[in-house]
């Protein structure tokens, strides 16, 4: 599993680790996580709609942040749940700029069984690192 929750990190939130060989295998998981802690089911989301993502920051590890948020903040705006199927990531003139695509559909209680209301992403303990297989996420989710 690319992803494994942490049960003592945080009381009131929901804290995961997020693994991948690669950055964009990373952002995927990480993304994949904070879907599965919005609803017990993500693979039940149908492709319906499709949203390409892009985000830009002068650091890695914000750009990590800056990404998860924009997923909640589809699911706020337009009751939007996405899965991210594909990312690239590059870096240029002092900046890393990420871009994605991103397909689901709207929350549809009936099918997609609700666990947690995601309100953002926390920079408590948040971390993106280098490891010997690759790359690890550390993130708390604000629920």
């Not at 949203?51 to 002068?58: G, P």
Request: aromatic fraction near 8%; charge should be negative; include cysteine.
């Amino acid at each position: 599993m690319p992803y494994e929750y942490l049960d003592d990190v945080a009381i009131a939130d929901i804290a995961f680790v997020a693994t991948g060989r690669d950055l964009p295998e990373t952002f995927i998981a990480a993304a994949e996580a904070t879907l599965n802690v919005m609803i017990e089911n993500p693979g039940d989301i149908e492709p319906r709609e499709r949203r390409d993502l892009s985000c830009e920051n002068e650091a890695l590890d914000l750009l990590l942040f800056d990404f998860l948020n924009e997923l909640i903040y589809y699911k706020d705006a337009e009751r939007l749940m996405l899965r991210v199927r594909d990312v690239s990531i590059s870096g240029r003139d002092g900046a890393y700029r990420l871009e994605a695509l991103a397909e689901g559909e709207v929350l549809d209680p009936a099918r997609h069984e609700q666990r947690a209301d995601v309100k953002a992403v926390t920079l408590h303990k948040f971390t993106l690192e280098q490891v010997p297989e690759g790359w690890r996420a550390t993130v708390i989710l604000d629920i």
